[in-house]
């Protein structure tokens, strides 16, 4: 409770009840700001009060970026996020794969928080959702601190990473710790990912965040990022995502690949538009795309119907070799 005497804070709190309260399509009255500040802070005011400190809050919000309506009633006519803005926060937290349930109740609070009460009664059905296939790890959240840490201080970083065993707990791959590099983190499919490198080796490493566990911050200086040849100078994250959405390290190859027209929303979904459709006739194109290889080759795979891959030969042999192994498992005894 807020001390009945105590002016000091008024206007903040006339300002927290316009938030909570009023949107462009819902004011309130003098009186009713009377009433809520009794309820809500124990503090005694009067209507002259009341306008006067709305008043200095409009004047305040010309400056500070939020708007006050005091046509019929008062209203806070902007915030910091609109109602789409929020939904999509709300959204991105709500289908994350890399915090745990309890995390992502809090989060969605706190962005509830920014929110009107009427925008609220519209997602109060967020609540009460099932869980979701969430990560294992409740140390996920707090890793990507402290990678943020680390890559902000240009430090190496020790973390165990595990596998998940049959009784679905995590396991270590490893006793000793692995020591990285670590330039960016990304999302990737509802997970965190951390684009790195190992000292001994030129190329990228990929880690999931949410099987990283006892992450800290090393006192170390990371290898700087244009001395990995595989980075060539700098990281050009764009393209990097887009040749890796699988997210497996590796080398990119430049792949042929035939299929038909009406798979290009599918093409663009994966790869973006930086691919070059080489041929295109009645019944099917062919593209030449740059990807990671063992991405393409899963993909390929998830696409087994409408995709052939004609190079490389290499990469067209492992999935020939793939589908026989698949046919001898599905063929009848």
């Not at 994350?96 to 059905?125: E, P, W």
């Not at 973390?159 to 692995?178: A, C, M, Q, S, V």
């Not at 027209?261 to 062919?286: H, P, Q, R, Y």
């Not at 030969?313 to 020939?320: C, D, F, H, V």
């Amino acid at each position: 409770m807020y001390a009945t005497g105590n002016k000091k804070m008024l206007n903040m709190l006339i300002l927290e009840i316009l938030r909570n309260y009023t949107d462009e399509e819902h004011a309130l009255t003098q009186q009713e700001i009377i009433k809520l500040l009794k309820l809500n802070y124990g503090m005694d005011c009067d209507r002259r009060a009341v306008k006067n400190n709305v008043l200095s809050l409009k004047e305040l919000g010309d400056d500070c970026g939020f708007e006050i309506s005091m046509e019929k009633g008062y209203r806070l006519l902007s915030r910091e996020f609109d109602d789409a803005e929020l939904r999509i926060l709300i959204d991105s937290v709500l289908f994350s794969k890399s915090i745990s349930s309890r995390q992502a109740k809090d989060l969605i609070k706190k962005i509830r928080s920014l929110a009107s009460k009427y925008f609220n009664a519209k997602v109060s059905h967020v609540c009460n959702l099932p869980d979701l296939n969430r990560t294992l790890n409740k140390q996920a959240l707090y890793s990507v601190d402290t990678i943020n840490d680390a890559i902000s201080d240009k430090k190496k970083i020790s973390f165990i990473y595990n596998y998940i065993g049959t009784d679905f707990k995590l396991h270590p791959r490893r006793e000793d710790p692995y020591v990285v590099n670590p330039y960016q983190i990304v999302a990737n499919n509802g997970k965190f990912y951390l684009i790195s490198n190992y000292d001994k080796y030129d190329n990228i490493a990929h880690f999931r965040i949410d099987r990283m566990t006892d992450v800290h911050e090393l006192d170390e200086k990371a290898k700087p990022i244009k001395d990995v040849p595989e980075f060539d100078g700098r990281l050009n994250l764009p393209k990097h995502m887009a040749e890796h959405f699988y997210m497996f390290s590796g080398k990119s190859v430049s792949a042929k690949i035939k299929t038909t027209e009406d798979m290009m929303s599918e093409l663009v979904d994966w790869f973006g538009t930086d691919f070059k459709i080489l041929e295109k006739n009645a019944d099917s194109i062919c593209i030449r795309v740059t990807c990671n290889q063992d991405a393409l080759r899963y993909w390929a795979l998830q696409y087994g119907p409408y995709v052939e891959i004609i190079e490389p030969e290499s990469l067209r042999n492992r999935i020939i070799d793939d589908i026989n192994n698949m046919k001898a498992k599905y063929s009848l005894s």
